[in-house]
């Protein structure tokens, strides 16, 4: 815990150094003559003190934390107050029920007072808090309640995304970013900004690996899984893993993805984020042995949990397109101090070469369409469209409707060259393709690329416009047919296909 909260750790060590006057408290009446006498007793570097003074009054103990922090209103004191409370549940973890006993006992909220304190200015009251919070949630036999764990949890996703924001625009300033040097934490790099807004920047940003190590022990809990994804937490694990930051949070980040995966139904779903395409690109990066670690455990996972066999085979061939075994070629090569590791590349190229050799040109296409990285690779030729046209309707359209999507969203000329053709031929070999892509919004996105600066991606939109215009491919053929018999009435006719 310490190397993934280092900055929070190195303040309390701090704070813990600095004295309160609580007399001063009690004397502007802040606080009663029953907090004080408890906290003058609690706070004191003799253990022996403390344990006795919680065994014998532990309601109080409770009642005068949660007064103190719903009464004192100076940042400096409550850095202290947070320090003493943290301390004394990492202490003993039953000391968290003291809190919902006393919350029980007295029909309040324990939550409450907790919670207030993430809307502060100061970053070590929000982070410290959260992290109590954290230790509170999964630590206590009592669960979060559903309105105040949604309020949390999406105030850990918006701090992450926040903070690796603003840490971006801060290295965006100083040119690392675009050449694409990895974002480090403050702690770990030196440079100076001259501006009040950048200090302050940096002073917000500090904490993002506290805010990770909060999300690692929530998601261990099932419930909290759940939550964490009605949030969209999971999409904002993965949009800050496709930038560039450094390999701690990246572990951080990843272990929440695999504690995810624990959960069969998660891990069904979870290829929906595009994790397999993310984690493959960190994968083909990654120095450390612990980022590689855990990402294997994640793919692992991903084929192990699923309930669904046709999941399953799903995401081994998703690992295939994009590229896995080429890496696990390589990390075969590699000596590990962890034997899981040697044991997941093993299972890994076991499994990823078994659906190799099962794999139909249709579950590649469609692989990597649901990737969203299309590419000129062998499915896209006139061999496969005229024998698997016809099952781009399957569930629904599912697969045109991701292409058509890609034509809105890709700002990639080769996904964007690629689903033109796709579209093009799906219309040329399917004779209702024409209606189906007007009906699911297809015409208009292709029409528009017509226009775009990319010379391929007007080419083939060119291609794909002009099979869109012909009102059907069948009927046009027999028609050439009739006309050329027609004129010939001696001859042979032609081949009805265009």
Known sequence: MLAATSVLQQRATDIRSQHVNWQSYLQSQMISQEDYKFIVAFDTTDNSQREHLLKSDKLQCAKTFLNLLGHVSKDQTLQYILVLVDDMIQEDRTRVELFHEYATKNKESVWGPFLNLLNRQDGFITNMTSRIIAKIACWAQTPMERSDLHFYLTWLKDQLKMQYDELKAIYDIRGDFSKGEPLELYTEVSFSIDDQRGETELSNNEYIQSVARCLQMMLRIDDYRFAFVSVDGISTLLSVLSGRVNFQVQYQLIFCLWVLTFNPLLAEKMNKFNVIPILADILSDSVKEKVTRIILAVFRNLIEKPEDGQVSKEH???????????????????????????????????????SVQDLSSFDEYATEVKSGRLEWSPVHKSKFWRENAQRLNEKNFELLRILIHLLETSKDPLVLSVASFDIGEYVRHYPRGKHVIEQLGGKQLVMQLLAHEDPNVRYEALLAVQKLMVHNWEYLGRQLEKDHSDAKPGNMSISGKA
């Not at 080429?326 to 990390?331: C, E, N, R, S």
Request: charged share 30%; hydrophobic share 45%; with cysteine.
């Open 316 to 354: 081994c061939i998703a690992m295939v397109q994009c590229k896995v075994l080429k890496q696990l070629a390589i990390l075969e090569q590699r000596k590990f101090d962890d034997e899981d590791v040697s044991a997941d590349v093993l299972f890994l190229t076991e499994k990823l070469q078994s």
